[in-house]
């Protein structure tokens, strides 16, 4: 007599499997976060004053 395979995995493994990815996957982006911002991305050194006073004498 052969064993019967049981091809449907529980319900209590399958949930296992999904929080234990889904965990991970929060603990990758909170590192991913938190690299990116400790890098120094450039910004504008320069402010522009742009006169626009003879724009608003024609209107």
Do not use: C, H
Request: glycine share 2%.
């Amino acid at each position: 007599m052969q064993l019967k395979y049981n091809r449907q995995p529980s319900l209590g493994n399958s949930i296992i499997k999904i929080v234990v990815k889904l965990t991970l996957l929060i603990i990758f982006l909170i590192v991913a976060i938190f690299l990116i911002e400790k890098i120094n991305f450039p910004s504008p050194n320069k402010n522009y004053d742009i006169d626009i006073t003879d724009d608003i004498k024609k209107l």
